[in-house]
């Protein structure tokens, strides 16, 4: 009996083995032909992947576009919440459409995608919004420097959107314009209320008593600690009805994305949980919002989604109203939401390209530098 359970017990060992082997293989396969489907191949564009040295923490970074005398553009933020801990970077597909005319840069930043895996699944310490505001400004220096830019195109989205605009008050003179797509200004409790108030008008609009119910036993705040969870179903369920499109296939991107592990891929969701309970909480309470501006010594931009409820698009163009710059102005993306930047990338390319041509010529300033470490 004994032996016949061995014989049962290393079968069921075998198998399982070749069904992981398999499921392995499969990703593999998988990425190898993502990656041959995004390659580069035009004569003097760029595709390159790497940690570069930043605060002392090795930070992941990639660089993609068509052609490398394209004005650069740094992505600060990423998606799937409104706090730290997000990325972009295994978003490979929604950027193409930009590297025709930019030279695309993300970031994975402390807490964040390959960089909290390769530091151990910690934060680490400086993990502030200044620390990370130093981490952006050295890598602008590292992508001056790499590509002979006297300045780059900064852009801000999410959480990533206070530091970014924090790194265009700071250092000025290293970039051309600086852009909030999902520009973040106001503290949670007042974005939460923003989206409360524009379910209710969705659900008035429609004659959706159902829900109007549902948001009468939420309220606005249904994601104050203690959370209630009848109150957290409540609104759940009335968000599920009216949200904006999201990507349809974003666990399998993550998967197939080149250069990413199945360990990174692992590692997205508690390094977003790591950078909230390190710094998220108290970012969007307390966080000095009103500091964002409102004095710019660049051009400021919001292209944003209309239905963007992490950064309601009222209080970012309001916020704009009241900043001073040499240029500035708004583009909206109608049907665009929290995940535009994936779902609508043609429109945020097309935006770009348009807000941004009189900004973004201008000579080299000597010839670039070796890339970034593999």
């Given at each position: 009996?004994?032996?016949?359970?061995?014989?049962?017990?290393?079968?069921?060992?075998?198998?399982?083995?070749?069904?992981?082997?398999?499921?392995?293989?499969?990703?593999?396969?998988?990425?190898?032909?993502?990656?041959?489907?995004?390659?580069?191949?035009?004569?003097?564009?760029?595709?390159?992947?790497?940690?570069?040295?930043?605060?002392?923490?090795?930070?992941?970074?990639?660089?993609?576009?068509?052609?490398?005398?394209?004005?650069?553009?740094?992505?600060?933020?990423?998606?799937?919440?409104?706090?730290?801990?997000?990325?972009?970077?295994?978003?490979?597909?929604?950027?193409?459409?930009?590297?025709?005319?930019?030279?695309?840069?993300?970031?994975?930043?402390?807490?964040?995608?390959?960089?909290?895996?390769?530091?151990?699944?910690?934060?680490?310490?400086?993990?502030?919004?200044?620390?990370?505001?130093?981490?952006?400004?050295?890598?602008?220096?590292?992508?001056?420097?790499?590509?002979?830019?006297?300045?780059?195109?900064?852009?801000?989205?999410?959480?990533?959107?206070?530091?970014?605009?924090?790194?265009?008050?700071?250092?000025?003179?290293?970039?051309?314009?600086?852009?909030?797509?999902?520009?973040?200004?106001?503290?949670?409790?007042?974005?939460?209320?923003?989206?409360?108030?524009?379910?209710?008008?969705?659900?008035?609009?429609?004659?959706?008593?159902?829900?109007?119910?549902?948001?009468?036993?939420?309220?606005?705040?249904?994601?104050?600690?203690?959370?209630?969870?009848?109150?957290?179903?409540?609104?759940?369920?009335?968000?599920?009805?009216?949200?904006?499109?999201?990507?349809?296939?974003?666990?399998?991107?993550?998967?197939?994305?080149?250069?990413?592990?199945?360990?990174?891929?692992?590692?997205?969701?508690?390094?977003?949980a790591a950078s909230e309970a390190a710094l998220g909480r108290a970012w969007g309470e307390s966080f000095d919002y009103g500091g964002?501006?409102?004095?710019?010594?660049?051009?400021?931009?919001?292209?944003?989604?209309?239905?963007?409820?992490?950064?309601?698009?009222?209080?970012?163009?309001?916020?704009?109203?009241?900043?001073?710059?040499?240029?500035?102005?708004?583009?909206?993306?109608?049907?665009?939401?929290?995940?535009?930047?994936?779902?609508?990338?043609?429109?945020?390319?097309?935006?770009?390209?348009?807000?941004?041509?009189?900004?973004?010529?201008?000579?080299?300033?000597?010839?670039?530098?070796?890339?970034?470490?593999?």
């Open positions: 009996m004994a032996r016949r359970l061995f014989k049962v017990v290393v079968a069921l060992a075998i198998f399982l083995t070749l069904l992981v082997a398999g499921a392995f293989g499969t990703l593999a396969i998988a990425r190898h032909r993502h990656a041959e489907a995004l390659a580069i191949r035009t004569p003097n564009g760029i595709d390159e992947a790497g940690f570069v040295r930043l605060g002392g923490v090795e930070q992941w970074v990639t660089i993609r576009g068509d052609d490398r005398a394209n004005p650069v553009i740094l992505v600060v933020g990423g998606v799937g919440a409104d706090g730290p801990g997000t990325v972009l970077s295994p978003f490979v597909d929604a950027f193409t459409p930009w590297e025709r005319d930019f030279t695309v840069v993300q970031w994975d930043q402390r807490g964040a995608g390959k960089t909290f895996a390769r530091a151990g699944r910690q934060v680490g310490p400086d993990f502030t919004v200044e620390g990370l505001t130093r981490d952006g400004l050295d890598l602008t220096a590292h992508l001056r420097d790499r590509f002979a830019k006297p300045r780059i195109v900064l852009l801000g989205t999410g959480f990533g959107s206070t530091v970014a605009a924090r790194m265009a008050l700071a250092r000025p003179q290293a970039y051309l314009a600086y852009v909030g797509a999902g520009q973040i200004v106001a503290p949670r409790r007042d974005r939460e209320q923003a989206g409360y108030e524009r379910l209710l008008r969705k659900a008035t609009a429609a004659g959706d008593q159902e829900s109007l119910a549902d948001l009468r036993t939420s309220g606005p705040w249904a994601f104050r600690h203690p959370r209630d969870p009848e109150k957290v179903a409540a609104f759940v369920r009335v968000a599920g009805r009216y949200h904006a499109a999201n990507p349809p296939h974003q666990t399998w991107d993550v998967l197939t994305a080149p250069h990413w592990s199945l360990a990174d891929a692992l590692a997205i969701q508690p390094g977003m964002l501006g409102p004095d710019f010594q660049v051009p400021v931009f919001v292209i944003q989604g209309d239905d963007n409820t992490d950064a309601p698009i009222a209080q970012a163009r309001a916020w704009l109203a009241g900043v001073r710059a040499p240029a500035k102005g708004l583009v909206t993306i109608p049907g665009a939401g929290n995940h535009g930047l994936q779902t609508h990338s043609q429109a945020f390319a097309t935006a770009l390209k348009a807000t941004l041509a009189p900004f973004t010529h201008e000579p080299p300033a000597s010839p670039p530098a070796p890339g970034p470490g593999r």
